[in-house]
């Protein structure tokens, strides 16, 4: 009876493990919203609280690693169960690094704001779409354990990271042509690669999954060729 109330508190105290993690991967995919929503718009005030949201997320991340040290020293679990520890301790480092990059893309909104605007804004929110999806998907995919999901997720990373090759290419065309715009140019240039960042964030959470499901490693494996 022992052992058997033993291995169902290890399951609940897993279960809320997981939970934290998805709560906390909600938190960080609204804040990433919230901050290339309000660059768009134009919302200081929008951009300012989620400068002044990243305590809920520090807190969790906090709660998270309690919860998992307290299932490796209480527990010892062993083969899959740890996986599964591992990779949320993992997950939850690339979450609070998504919120810490959400802070940075508001920074940099608000300062843009400061100056005329440079371009019209439409593929920062399609880089934002790609970020968010990335990062909801590779977190289903944890609670799932869904390989396929995961992998998908991979596989949209080199569209991330063409979208900023292609910004880059465009807004340093505007800031030759017209040096007033380079300050303004710049911030843009850098909310791209806080949302290219984000990616790769969603990308080690993916890697993460795979190696948790089959114990498979594919940290810097090339794909296959076509």
Same mark, same amino acid.
């Given at each position: 009876?022992?052992?058997?109330? *033993?291995?169902?508190?290890? #399951?609940?105290?897993?279960?809320?493990?997981?939970?934290? $993690?998805?709560?906390?991967?909600?938190?960080? +995919? +609204?804040?990433?919203? %919230?901050?290339? +929503?309000?660059?768009?718009?134009?919302?200081?005030?929008?951009?300012? *609280?989620?400068?002044?949201?990243?305590?809920?997320?520090? #807190?969790?991340? @906090?709660?998270?690693?309690?919860?998992?040290?307290?299932?490796?020293?209480?527990? #010892? =679990?062993?083969?899959?169960?740890?996986?599964?520890?591992?990779?949320?301790?993992?997950?939850? !480092?690339?979450?609070?690094?998504?919120?810490?990059?959400? @802070?940075?893309?508001?920074?940099?909104?608000?300062?843009?704001?400061?100056?005329?605007?440079?371009? =019209?804004?439409?593929?920062? =929110?399609?880089?934002?779409?790609? %970020? #968010?999806?990335?990062?909801?998907?590779?977190?289903?995919?944890?609670?799932?354990?869904?390989?396929?999901? %995961?992998?998908? @997720?991979?596989?949209?990373?080199? !569209?991330?990271? &063409?979208? *900023?090759?292609?910004?880059?290419?465009?807004?340093?065309?505007?800031?030759?042509? &017209?040096?007033? !715009?380079?300050?303004?140019?710049?911030?843009?240039?850098?909310? &791209?690669?806080?949302? /290219?960042?984000?990616?790769?964030?969603? !990308?080690?959470?993916? /890697?993460? $999954?795979?190696?948790?499901?089959?114990?498979?490693?594919?940290?810097?494996?090339? =794909?296959?060729?076509?």
């Amino acid at each position: 009876m022992e052992t058997h109330d *033993k291995v169902r508190h290890f #399951q609940e105290e897993l279960e809320r493990l997981k939970e934290r $993690i998805l709560a906390m991967g909600g938190l960080a +995919e +609204e804040r990433v919203q %919230a901050a290339v +929503e309000a660059l768009v718009s134009g919302e200081r005030d929008r951009l300012a *609280k989620v400068l002044r949201g990243d305590e809920p997320i520090n #807190q969790l991340h @906090v709660e998270i690693d309690g919860l998992a040290f307290r299932l490796l020293a209480l527990y #010892q =679990p062993m083969a899959s169960d740890l996986r599964v520890i591992v990779a949320a301790l993992k997950i939850n !480092t690339d979450l609070e690094r998504v919120g810490d990059m959400a @802070v940075n893309i508001a920074e940099a909104a608000l300062r843009y704001l400061e100056h005329p605007p440079v371009k =019209p804004l439409l593929d920062l =929110p399609r880089m934002g779409a790609i %970020a #968010q999806a990335m990062l909801r998907d590779a977190l289903d995919a944890f609670v799932r354990r869904d390989t396929a999901l %995961a992998q998908s @997720v991979l596989d949209r990373d080199d !569209t991330l990271d &063409s979208l *900023k090759t292609q910004i880059f290419r465009e807004l340093l065309t505007y800031m030759l042509q &017209s040096p007033p !715009t380079i300050e303004g140019a710049l911030d843009l240039i850098l909310i &791209s690669r806080h949302l /290219e960042r984000i990616g790769d964030h969603a !990308t080690n959470i993916a /890697e993460d $999954i795979i190696f948790l499901v089959s114990a498979k490693d594919v940290r810097h494996t090339p =794909p296959p060729a076509s």
